[in-house]
């Protein structure tokens, strides 16, 4: 161990001998000891062009490397599953061209092995671009830099590594799931269903506010047709309504602040992620909380927040007050703060399902259980009513 530790030392420090070197410096050695035994000059002829050989082999990597530069472009995010495709450049910014290169991409360990990738010629200046695609499997935010150049040019006797310091930045954001309806969420603001007007009501009356003309196009409603504008333009003008959303405001606060297993954590932000983006369809002014991050809206930077999530983080941001809140949680004793008009997405380890009872908590909620479908699990009813709350 100590031999290889000592020999990967001196490649990125300098050079190293392949086998063939050692074979030849050995070699060397020996016909070196027989001419000076036997006073033989082709022996010396033979042993000086060894080791002349061989320093030329121990140079020549060294010199290669030079003037090499790598150069990586930006990493577009993914969800977990997809693969990252990631981009680099090698440049030659010498006047000879540039052979027999290794350059290897050193990912972290979470995201998979390090890539490597063989150069047959880089031309005098120009450069090299390879891609390649790396498969992932979990969400988070993944930062390295280090990029390593090897090569054992021209004649294999010698290994050279340099290291160059390119930094990189991958997100791979939880996967979202297609959820067809969320009863948990669809309740969220029905206490306020009478004072809100949908575009649906405008759709389906005869008369609604307009906000613009335009020509038919075929499927349009015979009934939005305007004639006036129609006759006078010669061709069936649509009126296009003014959509007005009820505005129903939401937080989804995932309890990150909480002690989690780390496999029901993960469902809590893929759940976290898919209830964020149903709300957003369903035209609710929605945002999500964290207990590191606070509230934070727009699909972009809910996803990198849920990318970078840790469970039991440090507690920065209180959970906000009279908001309707959907509040995911490991921890039974945090539901007991809700009010009414919120609701709660328990998440129950194996052991815990005979002994879950929210007696206390004053809101509706859905039970998810671990090792279950957990798109079939929130497009459920609520497990546990006002009703059924209140005659516990």
């Known amino acids: 161990m100590k031999s290889l530790n000592f020999a990967d030392w001196l490649e990125r420090r300098w050079v190293t001998p392949s086998y063939a070197g050692w074979l030849l410096l050995v070699l060397a050695i020996c016909l070196f000891g027989a001419a000076t035994n036997s006073m033989a000059g082709w022996l010396y002829v033979i042993s000086g062009i060894s080791f002349a050989l061989l320093i030329i082999a121990a140079i020549l990597p060294r010199r290669s490397i030079r003037q090499l530069e790598l150069e990586r472009f930006p990493i577009q995010p993914v969800s977990a599953g997809e693969d990252l495709t990631i981009t680099l450049r090698l440049h030659n910014n010498h006047k000879q061209p540039k ?195 606070g509230l934070i809206s727009g699909g972009r930077s809910v996803l990198e927040a849920l990318a970078a999530v840790q469970m039991n983080e440090a507690v920065q941001h209180e959970l906000p007050q009279k908001i309707p809140l959907l509040l995911l949680t490991s921890r039974a004793e945090s539901m007991t703060a809700l009010a009414s008009h919120s609701r709660w997405l328990y998440f129950a380890s194996p052991d815990e399902l005979s002994l879950f009872a929210p007696r206390s908590a004053l809101c509706a909620g859905l039970m998810v259980e671990h090792g279950k479908d957990l798109s079939q699990q929130l497009q459920r009813p609520p497990n546990f009513s006002q009703g059924s709350l209140a005659k516990a």
């Not at 969420?185 to 009356?205: L, M, P, T």
């Open 99 to 293: 052979s027999l290169l290794q350059v290897w991409d050193l990912l972290p360990s979470e995201l998979g092995r390090p890539q490597g990738k063989a150069i047959e010629l880089v031309p005098p200046k120009d450069f090299y671009q390879w891609s390649y695609f790396q498969p992932t499997q979990k969400r988070g935010v993944y930062h390295w830099q280090d990029l390593q150049l090897r090569t054992g040019t021209p004649l294999g006797l010698f290994w050279c590594r340099r290291s160059q310091s390119v930094p990189a930045k991958a997100i791979v954001y939880p996967q979202v799931l297609k959820l067809q309806q969320c009863p948990l969420v669809d309740a969220i603001g029905a206490e306020d269903q009478d004072r809100i007007y949908s575009d649906r009501h405008y759709q389906a009356a005869t008369e609604g506010m307009t906000k613009t003309l335009r020509a038919y196009r075929f499927g349009d409603p015979t009934r939005l047709i305007h004639w006036r504008s129609s006759a006078r333009f010669d061709q069936f003008m649509v009126r296009e309504l003014e959509v007005v959303t009820g505005g129903q405001e939401l937080v989804i606060c995932l309890d990150s602040g909480a002690l989690w297993q780390a496999e029901i954590f993960e469902q809590a932000v893929i759940a976290a992620a898919s209830l964020y983006f149903y709300a957003v369809r369903a035209q609710l002014n929605v945002r999500l909380w964290t207990a590191g991050a």
